[in-house]
């Protein structure tokens, strides 16, 4: 179905804009978790998750990257539109396929990108938000962050788009959450060293924590708060606090 759909589309504008309202159409009945569904209805979603899982999720992903190459110059609603496509699908397909250089270079890209950038930094949270091994996700998080410090998004006080910068912010708490969710995993497991990884991790983003959290838009200082809540949730459970987390309460 999807190749016959690619297939009549090619890339014409109109025609992409019908393929990607019919994935997000597919994610909404298939894997969205509001709607109710039957026991029926849920195996019979499973089996076609199973199935594109087999079958066509690496072509609809490669379709994503070209449509995203074609048409960020020329195209903005389309790029997003593609972008929240991928946001919604990453749930649910192989992580590999899209946490890759070719993707996270485009990503970075597209968040230097007046129009994009917003669409990005959702994509980004998306990915970020995905259930996976605590180390893995470290891992991810780490690499994604050093790229967006590398690429300046860390100097917040230099960025006058507080709509982007509220958008960054959900990205920056949705990754604190996350290391924070692997280090009390890590800590349970009784493994020091990959703890101890962890929880340097998450201390190395507190500094851009406090800065999104003094913010005088109260959209972008709300959108970290739970990271701070789980940041200091943290610092109870340590047996004592070093001079730089005593500083960080303060």
């Given at each position: 179905?999807?190749f016959?759909?690619?297939?009549?589309v090619?890339?014409?504008?109109?025609?992409?804009?019908?393929?990607?309202?019919?994935l997000?159409?597919?994610d909404a009945?298939?894997?969205?978790?509001d709607?109710m569904?039957?026991?029926?209805?849920?195996?019979?979603?499973?089996l076609?998750?199973?199935g594109?899982r087999e079958?066509?999720?690496?072509a609809?992903?490669?379709s994503?990257?070209?449509i995203?190459?074609?048409?960020?110059?020329t195209?903005?609603?389309?790029?997003c539109?593609?972008l929240?496509?991928m946001?919604a699908?990453v749930?649910?397909?192989?992580l590999n396929?899209i946490?890759n250089?070719?993707f996270v270079?485009?990503?970075?890209s597209h968040?230097?990108?007046e129009?994009?950038?917003?669409?990005?930094?959702?994509?980004?949270?998306?990915?970020?938000?995905?259930?996976?091994?605590?180390v893995?996700?470290?891992k991810?998080?780490?690499?994604?962050c050093?790229v967006?410090q590398?690429?300046g998004f860390?100097n917040?006080?230099?960025?006058?788009?507080v709509d982007?910068?509220?958008?960054?912010?959900?990205l920056?708490?949705g990754?604190?959450?996350s290391l924070?969710?692997?280090?009390?995993?890590?800590?349970k497991?009784?493994?020091?060293?990959?703890s101890?990884?962890?929880?340097r991790?998450?201390?190395?983003k507190?500094?851009?924590?406090?800065q999104?959290?003094?913010?005088?838009?109260?959209d972008?200082s709300?959108?970290i708060?739970?990271?701070?809540?789980?940041?200091?949730?943290?610092?109870?459970?340590?047996?004592a606090?070093n001079?730089?987390?005593k500083s960080n309460?303060e």
């Amino acid at each position: 179905f999807f190749f016959d759909v690619l297939a009549l589309v090619g890339l014409n504008p109109n025609g992409v804009d019908v393929y990607l309202r019919t994935l997000m159409a597919i994610d909404a009945e298939v894997v969205d978790r509001d709607i109710m569904h039957s026991p029926e209805e849920t195996r019979r979603n499973t089996l076609i998750k199973d199935g594109m899982r087999e079958q066509c999720i690496p072509a609809l992903v490669e379709s994503w990257f070209q449509i995203l190459q074609a048409y960020q110059h020329t195209h903005s609603e389309l790029t997003c539109q593609c972008l929240e496509v991928m946001g919604a699908y990453v749930s649910w397909i192989d992580l590999n396929l899209i946490a890759n250089d070719r993707f996270v270079n485009l990503l970075l890209s597209h968040m230097s990108m007046e129009e994009l950038r917003e669409a990005a930094c959702d994509c980004l949270f998306e990915i970020i938000n995905k259930g996976m091994d605590p180390v893995d996700k470290t891992k991810l998080v780490e690499s994604l962050c050093q790229v967006l410090q590398s690429a300046g998004f860390f100097n917040v006080e230099q960025e006058e788009d507080v709509d982007f910068l509220a958008k960054f912010s959900r990205l920056m708490n949705g990754m604190g959450q996350s290391l924070v969710l692997s280090w009390t995993k890590l800590s349970k497991t009784g493994d020091e060293k990959v703890s101890a990884e962890t929880l340097r991790a998450i201390e190395s983003k507190v500094p851009l924590m406090l800065q999104l959290l003094i913010h005088e838009d109260d959209d972008i200082s709300a959108n970290i708060v739970a990271f701070c809540y789980d940041y200091l949730h943290v610092l109870k459970q340590l047996p004592a606090l070093n001079e730089q987390q005593k500083s960080n309460v303060e």
